[in-house]
Every structure is written in structure tokens, then in C-alpha cells.
């Protein structure tokens, strides 16, 4: 009776190949979701918006959290945000939270002018 001989089946380059691409790409969509500040670091200089359309943006943001926005000063350079004006407390504190929120915006500055709530 004749024995066959069955080789081991050898992986190929291109699977080895395949398993590290997959394995840095899995790497890099972890920290990409995962780390708070890896899609502002990621982006490229390029696509950073300048300061008039900035100002357009975060004028736009805060329209949709208070209802007058002509109140507020808003004055950017180079992705730093100053918001002046009359507030209360707690509406100076939102509308700062509200302009960190802006794609772009790098810090945000309070200079707002503190009034009692009516």
C-alpha cells in the first residue's frame, strides 16, 4: 500500500503582508475614535479655516444658543476667540462653552462684562 505524503501548506508573503496592514490600520481607527484630541491633530494646516469665516462660524453658533447675538463682540486671531459683552453668568459660560465647540477654534477668551440674572 502506497503512503501519501500531504506537505504542511505554507502561508504566503502576501497574507503576513495583509495581516500588518490591517492590524496599523485597526491601530489608527482606535486612536483616531478614541483619543479626544487625535482629528484636531490629524487635520492638515491647510484645511484650517480663516479668521473672517471662524468668526462667521461661531457668530452662527452662538445665534443658535442665544437669540441676540449683536450683543456679543466676537474678535478672532489665528483660531483664538474673544467674546465681549454684557452677560449673565450662566449665559456667559454657555456661550463659551458653545465657541469651543466651533471646528477651528483653538482657545476662547471671556471677556465678558458679568450682570445679575433678570
Not at 26 to 55: E, I, N, V
Not at 58 to 79: F, Q, W
Request: charged share 25%; net charge positive; aromatic share 4%.
Amino acid at each position: 500500500m502506497a503512503t501519501s505524503f500531504r506537505r504542511p501548506r505554507l502561508r504566503h508573503r502576501g497574507y503576513d503582508a495583509a495581516i500588518v496592514v490591517l492590524a496599523a490600520a485597526a491601530g489608527a481607527a482606535l486612536m483616531y475614535f478614541l483619543h479626544p484630541d487625535a482629528r484636531r491633530r490629524l487635520r492638515p494646516a491647510a484645511q484650517a479655516p480663516d479668521d473672517a469665516s471662524l468668526t462667521q462660524q461661531v457668530r452662527a453658533a452662538l445665534g443658535r444658543v442665544t437669540g441676540d447675538v449683536s450683543a456679543v463682540d466676537v474678535r478672532v486671531r489665528d483660531g483664538c476667540v474673544t467674546l465681549k459683552g454684557p452677560a449673565a453668568a450662566e449665559d456667559a459660560a454657555e456661550l463659551v462653552a458653545c465657541a469651543r465647540r466651533v471646528p477651528g477654534v483653538r482657545d476662547v477668551e471671556n471677556r465678558f462684562s458679568v450682570r445679575a440674572a433678570s
